[in-house]
C-alpha cells in the first residue's frame, strides 16, 4: 500500500486537464491468437458436485429482513464468491475478488453494503463503479430487489441518458449510487454529486473499467472519497493496472479467488473456417437454422456491423436485436429484455456492450469476428454455460478456400419445419457508382455492408 497524505485530493494522479475529453482505450497487444485456442472438444462433464458452503445465508448475521428475502428470492446457499466474501465483508475489511460474471459476486459486495446502511441510514453511504450501463443497471436492480422493505434507495448514474433525471435521483439523497465512471465524474464535477459520506466502494470489474480506459477516471472519483473507508474490488484478472489501483485504494484487503480456468472447460468450442466475410454470413445462417441455436449471442468488432447484420438477421426472418454503444440507453434495455424473456431469439452484440450481462440459457456464443484479445474470448464465451450448464462457443476463421469442418455440419441437424435453401459460394458484388471513394478498413466495410445486402 503507498502512503496517502491527509489530503487525498494531493495523492490523485487526476489531471482536471483531462475533464470531459474522450477516454483513450488502453493499448493492449494484438497479436492474433492461434485458432487453437478456440477449440476445445474434449469437454469435461458439468461438475455437478455442488460446492458446499461453509456457511449459510442465516450464519453471517446479515439483518432478518435480508435473509427473508434471500428465502424469498430462491438463494439458498451462498456461491462460492459469496462464502467467502460476505464475512470479511460485514466486518469492515477491504475485500479483493477474483471472479468472473455468474458467479454470485453482485450478492457477495450488495449484501455487507445493504447490511451497513440499513443500520447507518447514510446518504451516499456506498459506491460501487460499472464499466458499462448494462451492469450497471443489473446491480442497481439487484440492489433494489435484496433491499426490499428496508426502505434503502439507490440512484443509477450511467452515461448514454439523460443527465436530469439522474440528477434529480442524486438530488433525493439516495443511500447507494451505482454508476459508470464518465457519468459519475460528470456529475461531480458539477457539484451534484459529493462522496464525502461515501465510506463504501466498489469497483466491479476493474480489469475492464481499466482496459475502457477509465484509470484516470476511477482516481478522480477515488481521490473524493473519505480515506477511511471499506473497498471492494472485483476483477477476473490481476492486470498492472488492478495491481496499481488495489495498492493505491486498499488497506490489509482480504484476497478471495473463485478463478478456476483460464476459460470455461463445459463449454464445446470449436472454429469455422471461412473464406471471407460473406461467406461467413451464409455460414451463420446455415448454423441458425439448426437445431439447438435456441438463444444466440453473435459477437462482432463494429457497432456499425453488429447493426447492419442483425437487420439482415432480421431480413431472413430470425427474431435479432443488436446491443452496440450507438443505441440509446432505453433500445439497449428493450432489446436485453426481449432477448432475455426469449422473444427475441439472437443477439448481435460488440465486445463492449456485452461485458458482464447476465443472461440465462445462452445456447450458444458465435465469434462472427474472432475477439483480438484471448481474455476477451473468455468473456464472451463465458455468456453460455452459465450456472454449471453445457453451452457452445463458435468461432469463425479466416482461411481462404475453407469450409465449415464436417464435424461441425454433421452435429447438428436441419431444422425440419425450414426448407431455406443456401447458396455456398458468395455473391460477388456490384459497385453502385454513386458512392464517395472510401479507402483502407472504412472501405472493406463498406464493400461487406453492399455485399451483405445483396445476400
Ligand atoms: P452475478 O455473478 O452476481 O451476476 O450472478 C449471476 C447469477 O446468479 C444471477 O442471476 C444471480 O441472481 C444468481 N445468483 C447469485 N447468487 C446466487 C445464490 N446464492 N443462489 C442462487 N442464485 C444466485
Known amino acids: 500500500m503507498r502512503p496517502r497524505t491527509s489530503n487525498s485530493r494531493q495523492t490523485s494522479h487526476y489531471s482536471p486537464r483531462f475533464a470531459g475529453k474522450k477516454r483513450t482505450p488502453a493499448r493492449r497487444s494484438t497479436v492474433e491468437i492461434h485458432a487453437s485456442r478456440f477449440i476445445n472438444k474434449a469437454i469435461a462433464p458439468v461438475d455437478d458436485t455442488p460446492y458446499a458452503p461453509t456457511h ?12 427473508a428475502t434471500l428465502g424469498h428470492i430462491g438463494y439458498e446457499t451462498p456461491s462460492p464468491i459469496q462464502d467467502q466474501t460476505i464475512k470479511p465483508g460485514l466486518a469492515g475489511k477491504d475485500v479483493i475478488g477474483l471472479a468472473n460474471t455468474g458467479t454470485g459476486k453482485t450478492a457477495a459486495f450488495l449484501l455487507p453494503i445493504i447490511d451497513a446502511l440499513a443500520t447507518s441510514r447514510t446518504v451516499q453511504g456506498a459506491l460501487v463503479l460499472a464499466p458499462t450501463r448494462e451492469l450497471a443497471q443489473q446491480i442497481n436492480d439487484e440492489f433494489r430487489r435484496f433491499s426490499a422493505g428496508q426502505k434503502l434507495y439507490s440512484a443509477l448514474v450511467v452515461g448514454g441518458v439523460n443527465m436530469n433525471r439522474q440528477i434529480r435521483e442524486v438530488q433525493r439523497g439516495p443511500h447507494l449510487i451505482v454508476g459508470t465512471p464518465g457519468r459519475i465524474n460528470d456529475l461531480i464535477d458539477r457539484n451534484i454529486l459529493r462522496l464525502a459520506s461515501c465510506t463504501t466502494f466498489v469497483l466491479d470489474e476493474a480489469d475492464r473499467m481499466c482496459d475502457m480506459g477509465f484509470v484516470r477516471d476511477i482516481r478522480k472519483i477515488e481521490s473524493e472519497l473519505p480515506r477511511k473507508r471499506q473497498t471492494f474490488c472485483f476483477s477476473a484478472t490481476m492486470t498492472t493496472d488492478v495491481k496499481a489501483i488495489v495498492e493505491e485504494f486498499m488497506h490489509d484487503p482480504v484476497t478471495v479467488s473463485v478463478i478456476k480456468n483460464e476459460t470455461n472447460d463445459h463449454i464445446e468450442q470449436d472454429v469455422i473456417h471461412a473464406r471471407d466475410k460473406a461467406h461467413k454470413i451464409e455460414l451463420l445462417l446455415e448454423l441458425l437454422r439448426k437445431d439447438g441455436f435456441d438463444k444466440v449471442i453473435v459477437f462482432c468488432d463494429t457497432k456499425h456491423f453488429a447493426q447492419r447484420l442483425s437487420d439482415r438477421l432480421s431480413k431472413e426472418g430470425f427474431t435479432s436485436e443488436a446491443i452496440h454503444g450507438n443505441k440509446s440507453q432505453g433500445q439497449r434495455d428493450r432489446a436485453l429484455r426481449a432477448f432475455k424473456s426469449g422473444s427475441v431469439r439472437i443477439l448481435v452484440a460488440t465486445d463492449v456492450a456485452a461485458r458482464g450481462l447476465d443472461i440465462p440459457n445462452v445456447s450458444h456464443v458465435i465469434n462472427f469476428d474472432a475477439p483480438k484479445q484471448y481474455e476477451d474470448y473468455v468473456h464472451r464465451i463465458g455468456r453460455t454455460g452459465r450456472a454449471g450448464q453445457s453451452g457452445q462457443a463458435l468461432t469463425f476463421v479466416s482461411q481462404p478456400g475453407a469450409s465449415a469442418p464436417k464435424s461441425l455440419t454433421a452435429r447438428h441437424h436441419e431444422r425440419p419445419n425450414r426448407s431455406h435453401s443456401v447458396r455456398t ?20 466495410e463498406d464493400r461487406l455492408v453492399r455485399l451483405i445486402d445483396t445476400l
Not at 56 to 67: A, E
Not at 425 to 440: A, D, F, I, V
Open 56 to 67: 449459510l445465508f442465516s450464519d453471517f448475521g446479515l439483518n432478518p429482513q435480508t435473509i
Open 425 to 444: 459460394e458468395p455473391t460477388q458484388n456490384t459497385k453502385p457508382s454513386h458512392r464517395r471513394r472510401l479507402t483502407g478498413g472504412a472501405a472493406a
